[in-house]
């Protein structure tokens, strides 16, 4: 497997925003999102097998793991290494674009789905997964603008999203003000929850390893 780099950090975001986790980020990614903030994922890193990631792993006291990207779907072993994990007894999530098929990913990861908005440049025609979301799933909306936001929960509604999972909606840095983002959230009624960057608030000056 390809792997841009592999650390110990809080979870940032999600439901479990706060929590310590261990965080491994695949390479490589088929989108550009016009927001993107690890595009030194999309190229690069260095080849692991499953067992080394694994090792690599196993000095961090925290048992929960997120495996992101790039897009971690684009490699074939990434079922595998989530078995693997689960099997060890590692709480495992997984962080997607959405836009390729999940199902070969077995029960018990909590999978976030991050819905491409109008505003990314990479909007999701397709809404492939948002039909077969199990326990433990989250969706993910990116809003770079009101017209992103309204986008969002019209999909929502559109797929009964509200009560089948948290929903989770997120700024832009530097696009959307939070207290707007707040703001059209209260006046919708939308059954969601804003999700800050919970790392970028600890280490704004850093990139990678957060």
């Known amino acids: 497997m390809r792997v841009s780099e592999i650390f110990l950090s809080i979870q940032g975001e999600t439901t479990h925003a706060g929590r310590p986790c261990a965080f491994v980020r695949l390479t490589g990614c088929d989108l550009r999102c016009s927001y993107c903030d690890s ?3 999309w190229e690069g890193g260095e080849e ?3 067992d080394q990631i694994l090792a690599a792993l196993e000095p961090f006291a925290a048992r929960f793991v997120t495996l992101t990207g790039g897009e ?3 490699q074939e ?3 595998e290494l989530c078995r693997y994990l689960l099997a060890k007894g590692w709480e495992v999530a997984l962080e997607t674009h959405g ?7 077995p029960q018990g990861v909590r999978r976030i789905v991050d819905v491409k908005t109008p505003g990314s440049g990479e909007e999701d025609l397709s809404f ?3 039909r077969s ?4 799933d989250e969706v993910k909306f990116v809003v770079a603008s ?3 936001f309204h986008w969002s929960v019209e999909v929502c509604r559109r797929f009964g999203l509200e009560g089948r999972c948290p929903v989770l909606l997120s700024p832009v840095q530097g696009k959307v003000d939070p207290r707007d983002l707040v703001r059209w959230l209260l006046a919708s009624g939308l059954a969601a929850r804003l999700n800050l960057q919970l790392h970028k608030l600890v280490w704004p000056d850093r990139d990678r390893g957060v």
């Open 39 to 41: 595009a030194y994922a």
């Open 48 to 50: 692991m097998s499953v």
């Open 72 to 74: 971690p779907m684009l």
């Open 77 to 79: 072993q990434t079922p």
């Open 99 to 105: 836009q390729a098929p999940l199902d070969s990913l």
């Open 128 to 130: 492939v997964n948002l």
């Open 133 to 136: 979301l199990r326990p433990g």
């Open 146 to 148: 009101e017209a992103d």
